[in-house]
């Protein structure tokens, strides 16, 4: 498979997770949701890994690979505790498009730290992006409402 399939998987596997995990935090604490979802996480990753033979790999990792996936691991554990807990006080409507400013930040670091080449198309992309998730929140609507002299 190609980057971009996977690519689209992801996207359509966290645009399913946005939903399940909604559901999933009802009269439940949000870390406690996010303990079990990583638990899960964890197994599956093990399983796969081991199905696949790459256990034994493990001791070739070096300490800037180490250094980095636990940073990695860390930030993740965050955006996913932050992720549960506004999924648990708000609509997924709102929380997922907010979420998807990942992509933004993403684009930028990469362009800072690791000096990738963006086009002008997908910095146009970016800001249309940027737009779609200001217009999904609801004060953001409620002005322009408004200001067209509706109710």
Not at 28 to 57: D, E, H, M, P, Y
Not at 66 to 81: E, M, N, P, Q
Not at 99 to 110: I, P, T, V
Request: charged share 10%; proline share 2%.
């Amino acid at each position: 498979m190609n980057w971009a399939l996977f690519a689209l998987l992801s996207a359509l596997f966290a645009g399913m997770t946005a939903v399940l995990a909604k559901m999933g935090v009802s009269n439940v604490n949000s870390n406690l949701a996010t303990f079990v979802r990583t638990g899960v996480i964890l197994v599956f990753a093990f399983g796969i890994v081991l199905a696949q033979g790459q256990l034994k790999n493990l001791g070739t990792l070096s300490s800037r690979n180490w250094t980095f996936l636990v940073l990695s691991g860390i930030a993740t554990g965050l955006s996913w505790l932050c992720y549960f807990a506004a999924l648990k006080a708000g609509p997924v409507s709102h929380v997922a498009p907010i979420d998807k400013l990942s992509f933004l930040l993403a684009m930028m670091l990469g362009v800072t730290f690791l000096h990738e080449k963006v086009s002008k198309l997908t910095w146009v992309g970016a800001g249309m992006i940027l737009m779609g998730v200001l217009l999904t929140l609801p004060t953001v609507q409620e002005t322009i409402k408004r200001s067209l002299g509706g109710h």
